[in-house]
């Protein structure tokens, strides 16, 4: 007797595909946190205010200056939202990022934190006041100007009121 043939091979599922989709997502979604780095713009304006105009980085420096900071900040993430859950909060607030620098042991990075924060609300609070008091001339400007182009006869009065509104806004 002759050995039956081999059954040709089978498509998989469609319910099978979507399940290894899955699992591939769901493995990329949890290494992605441990994969997070700064944008290298922002890593490259760093290094070159911290470091004197004659010294070069090399793009290994700054990739490691990158991979050091995400690994910071999701140290110091981890350790405020802990933090938070010991207090049954959801939202990590500024206190909080400060209250774990004070758990980790950075009372240097906490006092500049509190500093920086000074200043940020001053000046938030600044742009919020000034966004409240609209500037008067420039309001009375803004009225008067659709006026006096409706008094002259020019076929360019509503371009010149458009110019007037413009510069006074």
């Known amino acids: 007797m002759e050995p039956a043939p081999p ?12 399940a290894a989709a899955r699992a591939q997502a769901l493995d990329a979604t949890l290494e992605k946190p441990l994969d997070f780095e700064p944008p290298a713009a922002c890593i490259t304006r760093i290094v070159k205010s911290a470091v ?22 999701i140290y110091l993430t981890t350790c405020a939202n802990d933090l938070c859950r010991d207090k049954k909060k959801q939202t990590v607030s500024a206190q909080d990022i400060l209250a774990a620098c004070g758990e980790l042991d950075m ?8 500093e920086f924060l000074v200043v940020l609300r001053a000046h938030e609070s600044g742009k919020r006041k000034a966004a409240q008091e609209p500037d008067e001339p420039a309001k009375r400007q803004a009225v008067e100007a659709p006026v006096e182009a409706e008094e002259e006869d020019s076929d360019d009065a509503p371009l010149e009121s458009l110019v007037t509104v413009a510069a006074a806004e």
């Open 7 to 18: 059954a040709p091979p089978q498509a998989p599922s469609i319910e099978a595909v979507q």
């Open 52 to 73: 004197p105009d004659n010294i070069q980085v090399t793009k290994e420096a700054k990739a490691a200056f990158a991979k050091a900071a995400g690994i910071f900040i």
């Open 107 to 114: 009372p240097e990075l906490k006092a500049e934190l509190e």
